[in-house]
């Protein structure tokens, strides 16, 4: 059943709401480092993989970072579609 402009609006306003709750992130991936203990973050840009060393007191907080970002690409997906419905219930899409 096709959602009123009213209820795509207020989805809309939920998923700002969660996006702005989810902006303290890090892009990347705790990774443990083998024998020598610890744990890095690693991240790939322009084509080339970089790594940083954590903390063992932040290794937790890290975590929770990198798993808001995994959160905020999923939320930036469905708003986009909410948006993309919107425009089509307004006779634009």
Do not use: P
């Not at 991936?29 to 993989?49: E, I, P, Y």
């Not at 690409?73 to 634009?92: I, M």
Request: charged share 35%; no cysteine.
């Amino acid at each position: 059943m096709a959602q009123s402009i009213w209820q795509l609006e207020r989805h809309k306003e939920r998923l700002h709401k969660e996006v702005a709750a989810n902006l303290d992130f890090l892009v990347g991936s705790v990774t443990a480092q083998g024998a020598r203990g610890g744990f890095s973050l690693t991240t790939a840009r322009d084509g080339k993989t970089r790594t940083k060393y954590i903390r063992t007191n932040a290794v937790d907080e890290v975590r929770k970072m990198t798993e808001r970002h995994r959160r905020l690409k999923e939320l930036l997906k469905e708003l986009s579609d909410v948006n993309w419905q919107l425009l089509k219930a307004r006779g634009r899409g």
